[in-house]
């Protein structure tokens, strides 16, 4: 069975850094496209960032380029998201998903961020 896990939210202050993490489990994804998404209260969720399956190639999304870095140890399986000059509207739960092919996506169960101004 496929579990995604994530770790490393909390609270800070404006202008600090986090590392979230999220654990594999179930199967290897060193093939397979994983990512972050976030979900801000009373908003829908929206895409972070993400390592193509192919090349690991990583996306961002605007709001969060030059700040956020993705990646991942497939040793480990484990994917990272190492967030930097973290601002208050980056408050939301942080989701950690993996590609599964055919078979859909894999979703974590989330891990919450709370920028204080």
Known sequence: QVQLVESGGGLVQAGGSLRLSCVASGRTFSGNAMGW???????????VANLSGSRGTPAYADPVKGRFTIARDNAKNTLYLEMKSLKPEDT???????????????????TQVTVSS
């Open 37 to 47: 998404s976030r979900q801000a209260p009373g908003k829908e969720r929206e895409f």
């Open 92 to 110: 939301a739960i942080y989701y950690c998903y993996a590609a599964l092919g055919v078979n859909g996506v894999a979703w974590g169960q989330g």
